[in-house]
């Protein structure tokens, strides 16, 4: 058991080190609603186009057997999610370096692209940067795969498992 005079003098010492650090806003303090990423994220739905899982789906099953021409679907998500599941005819492109290698992997801007990742954030950050490149026709998928799957679209299991080296 601590003293009461220690104990004292060290809350003394915790607030005064909570203070000092008090200023650089630490995210346990912070509220969700009022965080740089979650302003950051907002600001990018005003000016990102997004696409509902419905309205994505419609487009899938366009041609069910071919798959949609000019639409690439594309998975911005880490190698661990991809490994998991994945939407129909959707491509792993990651986040990472996505920017460096998506014109040689992409050169026509005038495809139509939907990008997706667990809940839109990811996503929506690289439709906003590919968009911004001159690609004209990118959405991010709103909400995401969840969204996807809780509007009861099936996902697919990936038959080639990505390590992260790729």
Same mark, same amino acid.
């Given at each position: ?5 220690? %104990?004292?003098? /060290? +809350?003394? +010492?915790?607030?005064?080190?909570? %203070? ?15 965080? &740089?990423? !979650? @302003?950051?994220?907002?600001?990018? *739905? =005003? =000016? !990102?186009? $997004?696409?509902?899982?419905?309205? /994505?789906?419609? *487009?899938l099953v366009a041609d069910p057997v071919h798959g949609p021409s000019g639409l690439?679907? &594309?998975?911005?998500? $880490?190698?661990? $999610?991809?490994? $998991?599941?994945? #939407?129909?005819?959707?491509?792993? !492109?990651?986040?990472?370096? &996505? ?10 801007? @005038?495809?139509?692209? +939907? #990008?997706?990742?667990? %809940?839109?954030?990811?996503? &929506?950050?690289?439709?906003?940067? #590919? !968009?911004?490149?001159?690609y004209k026709k990118v959405y991010s998928l709103r909400g995401g795969i969840g969204?996807? *799957?809780?509007?009861?679209f099936v996902t697919s299991q990936n038959f080639r498992s990505l390590s992260g080296?790729?």
């Amino acid at each position: 058991m601590i003293p009461a005079t220690r %104990s004292i003098a /060290l +809350v003394r +010492v915790c607030k005064s080190v909570a %203070s000092r650090y008090h200023a650089v806003r630490p995210f346990s303090q912070t509220a969700a609603a009022n965080s &740089l990423f !979650t @302003d950051y994220i907002n600001s990018l *739905k =005003s =000016s !990102t186009k $997004e696409i509902s899982p419905s309205e /994505l789906n419609k *487009k899938l099953v366009a041609d069910p057997v071919h798959g949609p021409s000019g639409l690439h679907v &594309l998975d911005v998500r $880490e190698p661990y $999610e991809w490994n $998991e599941e994945k #939407l129909p005819y959707a491509e792993y !492109t990651g986040r990472g370096m &996505l920017e460096a290698s998506f014109e040689k992997r992409f050169p026509n801007p @005038d495809h139509e692209f +939907v #990008l997706y990742c667990a %809940s839109g954030n990811r996503s &929506l950050i690289a439709a906003e940067s #590919l !968009t911004a490149m001159g690609y004209k026709k990118v959405y991010s998928l709103r909400g995401g795969i969840g969204a996807w *799957k809780n509007e009861g679209f099936v996902t697919s299991q990936n038959f080639r498992s990505l390590s992260g080296f790729n």
